[in-house]
């Protein structure tokens, strides 16, 4: 049966046919040897070959099969084409679109402020995220907010917000002072240089920030003003208001750049100065939580250099400048703080890192002192000879808010700076560890309260602090003489002779009456057996 040559399918109607075919004898498709042969390597000529050669020996041929395998060859080639072109495209995209973004990133680049491998000048941090996570009470404002990282935090803030307007328009009217609008270009003059103190971005416009800067610097001055002068104000005169926000001034979160203040202040008086203003202005409230007491005239002096903020004028009152104890040296260069902290050993007797607690102290044999004329809180001393421990008194507690924003400042001051209020929280932490160690330390008249209380509030306080092995601790030389002298077996046993026998006057008389009787018992023996070995 004579099968018709699918003409449509397999001949592209603007081609001349492939291969011409006479029916055979039995029926079959034979192909004429001298027909035309057309180049079938590929396109649609490869299709067409690939066409014929689907022809079963009864010469019928399968449409559906064959037009399918003729479709996906024709798919195949084109999509091949069409690959090649998006791959080429998208390639010339790519550089155009990495164009584009280095573009972009370079004028980031521009607009960032100094220079490379120029350090910034930081100093007004956030405190770090596992030191406050749990204590967001100590860090952040109860009343006033001051700076960028505050501003607008929450309703319990807002109310503050009036009262700084009430305050610039004390300032202004204050005899001798500038007017607002020198205020604004004072503030506006100094926008870039104070954004530049702050470590996180602040999102604020020029126009904003400098506006901030002239309202709560402007309030912070005022407010010192209105106390110097003992002037009548509401928010002075109450107790609770004036703590409230004495405790807000001095969070590290919440500062303004000093220079900033200085500035202001020179506005508002006529230019009395920043020495004026730091000992006769702040040192009245900056001061009035600290330990009682004559304080050294050297240490109500202004500090050199450039006083950062509130708090760094707060620590430095706070911890006069002083030598590393025990040691001689002030500082150390970056270069040998390192090699010391890599050469430190792990082994706690070798390289102590904290101190026994008292009670186990004294069981050793080391004696506490209270002592007397100490240079600042932390000037804590070890006599080895004696075993005593000398810690100046504490008589009444810093606020405990103010006293973790001191050790949140301390650890943002740089890692080779010596940490000597971390290194005194540690000490004090390890060694206030139960009541009975509370209770030692009041006897010895370092404690004023000997509660529970008092080893709670070290205890916390410890836990603001780094690891003890790698903070540079400033009592290193003390610690390694006090387990020294705890390891001595000589002096254990007479701090057990004095626990056990001289601790009271009635175990004292005891033991007194009991080497009397053995030193008669010795000598009457002696009177004894004496005549036996000498009758003369």
Known sequence: ??????????????????????????????????????????????????????????????GDELSASVQRRLDESSGGVEKEDEEEEEEIGDDAGADDMAARMARRLAALPGKAHESEPFTIFRVAGSMRERNRHLFDPQMISIGPFHRGAGRHLAA?????????????????????????????????????????????????FAEMLLLDGCFVVEFFLKGHDSEEDALIDATWAIQNVYNDMLLLENQLPFFVLERFYDLATGGLGRDYFVTNVLVNYLTVDMTSGPRDPESTRPPDGEIHHLLHLYYYWFLPPEQRFGSGAASKSEDEALEEMTSRSMDDERSPSLLPPASELQDSGVTFRVKKSPRSMVDVTFDRRSGTLEIPAVESYTNHAVFANLLAYEQSRGRWELQRLVSYVLLMASVVDARRDVEALQRAGVLARGDEETAAFYANLGELCPPPEFVDNCYAA????????????????????VHDYFSNPWTSMSAAAAVFLLVLTVVQTVYTVLPYYSPN
């Open 1 to 62: 049966m004579d099968s018709p040559l699918m003409e449509p399918l397999l001949v592209p109607k603007d081609h001349a046919p492939a291969v011409a075919a006479t029916p055979g004898d039995h029926g079959g498709a034979a192909a004429d040897e001298n027909s035309t042969v057309v180049d079938t390597t590929s396109g649609p000529g490869r299709a067409l070959g690939d066409a014929e050669e689907k022809t079963n020996d009864d010469g019928e041929v399968e």
């Open 160 to 208: 503050m917000e009036a009262h700084k307007w009430r305050y610039l328009r004390d300032i202004l009217s204050r005899p001798g002072g500038a007017t607002l609008a020198t205020y604004a270009r004072a503030a506006r003059a100094m926008e870039a240089r104070a954004r530049r103190r702050y470590a996180e971005p602040v999102a604020l416009p020029p126009a904003e």
């Open 478 to 497: 003390l610690l390694r003489d006090v387990r020294e002298y705890c390891g001595r077996s000589w002096n254990r046993h007479r701090a057990v002779l």
